[in-house]
């Protein structure tokens, strides 16, 4: 069973909101319904997390991401649709129940969340559990676990104005560990980081996921930190979910000229791997067919190849080898059986894409930058949408 469930969610602000739900399946338009004042900020979204996986929600400043992270730990009541969190529904819930559930299994990372200046970074880690009124020595003796966690042991006595902006950062993410909450909602959590410790913080949450295995849905408007994050992709436009899949689905095939204009500045060398991109070696020539030249056997060819990869490696660490060699790299599992070759032609031919793909995308005229999304959205979005980072 999944752990996070959305099934058919929909978030209607204005008056009358299930009248507007039932336009939309009729065929309204978003833009129609915000001319009556209304706004459809999450429009029949779907999606499933497992345990342990990151999921990641991106798209546009005002495509509906946060309204649809609220809608995850009940803090906003879907118009209608559902939320299953283990199986159970979240609506079904009394006031009560939630605020158990969201102050015990679920835990929210604001971008901009707060630290209190007046308390030191061990009590600003605790909160959370202060306000489950946990005794003072057990809050502490996990606050203190949860700095330690976040890279921050020794900075407990601190005051939050002692650290800079990424530190801060990681003293939210140590208040939602802190509650061993095992659901992680995080909004926009990095954006407001430089480049280089946004970079860091992220690498430190993939470090910690490889022990914690929590469940995390990560929102972002960078792809580039949705790819690096994501092991699953959700592409929101517009209150939609335009597409769902891995960094690898969405670079390969994006569901439409949207999300291939999002793809186009993304550094396929270092989301794309030799496993995604690598052929059966059995019909490669010079790995075990020999077309053209000699027939090689299996072992003849992995000591042949320039190197040997596995399957996760990513494509920009295959380019020496594939320079130097006119044999395919040989892609290998763990166990040391050859599962694939690259040759030189494939890895070119994978990166050349996107090319081909902005050139189409400029020629419909279908680019959904600032150009054509409607509304008051339109100037902030453009500067906000960056593949940097
Ligand atoms: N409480 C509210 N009342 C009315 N409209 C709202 C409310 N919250 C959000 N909206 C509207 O819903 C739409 C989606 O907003 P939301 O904040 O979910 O977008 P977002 O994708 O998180 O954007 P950003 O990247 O800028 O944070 C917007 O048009 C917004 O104005
Ligand atoms: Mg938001």
């Avoid at 959700?234 to 209150?239: L, N, P, Q, Y």
């Avoid at 090689?296 to 996760?312: G, Q």
């Avoid at 166990?335 to 400029?362: D, I, N, S």
């Amino acid at each position: 069973m999944p752990r996070l469930q959305a099934e058919h969610v929909y978030k209607v602000f204005g008056r009358r909101p299930e009248d507007a739900v039932r336009r939309i399946e009729g065929g309204a338009s978003r833009a129609e319904l915000r001319a009556d004042g209304t706004t459809a900020a999450v429009i029949d979204a779907s999606f499933s997390v497992e345990e342990g996986q990151i999921f990641v929600v991106m798209g546009l400043s005002g495509s509906g991401k946060s309204t649809l992270l609220r809608t995850l730990n009940g803090l906003l009541e879907p118009t209608a649709g559902c939320v299953r969190f283990d199986g159970q529904d979240l609506t079904s819930l009394s006031e009560r129940e939630l605020r158990e559930v969201r102050s015990r299994r679920i835990s929210m990372v604001f971008q901009h969340f707060a630290l209190f200046p007046h308390r030191s970074v061990l009590e600003n880690a605790a909160y959370g559990l202060e306000v489950r009124g946990l005794p003072k020595a057990e809050r502490e003796r996990r606050a203190a676990q949860a700095l330690e966690l976040a890279g921050l042991k020794g900075w407990e006595k601190s005051w939050p104005d002692e650290l800079s902006g990424g530190m801060q950062q990681r003293v939210g993410l140590a208040r939602a560990l802190a509650t061993d909450a095992d659901l992680l909602l995080m909004d926009e959590s990095f954006s407001a980081l430089d480049p280089l410790i946004r970079r860091d913080m992220q690498d430190q949450l993939l470090d910690l996921q490889k022990t914690l295995k929590k469940t995390i849905v990560f929102i972002t408007h960078d792809l580039n930190e949705a790819m690096r994050l994501g092991d699953r992709i959700a592409v929101m436009r517009d209150g939609r979910i335009v597409q769902t899949g891995t960094a690898e689905d969405i670079l390969l095939t994006p569901a439409d000229d949207y999300v291939a204009s999002f793809i186009q500045d993304v550094d396929r060398s270092r989301v794309l791997t030799a496993g995604a991109i690598m052929a059966d070696p059995d019909t490669v020539p010079g790995t075990t067919t020999g077309a053209g030249q000699e027939i090689r056997t299996a072992e003849e060819f992995l000591a042949a190849a320039p190197a040997t990869v596995r399957p996760d490696t990513p494509l920009s660490e295959l380019f020496t080898a594939c320079a130097s060699s006119p044999v395919p790299v040989a892609v290998t599992d763990a166990a040391g059986r050859l599962v694939g070759a690259v040759p030189a032609g494939r890895l070119l031919a994978v990166l050349g894409e996107p090319t081909k793909k902005a050139e189409t995308v400029a020629g419909t005229a279908a680019v959904p930058r600032a150009a054509s999304v409607p509304g008051p959205e339109a100037g902030a979005s453009e500067g906000k949408v960056t593949a940097g980072a």
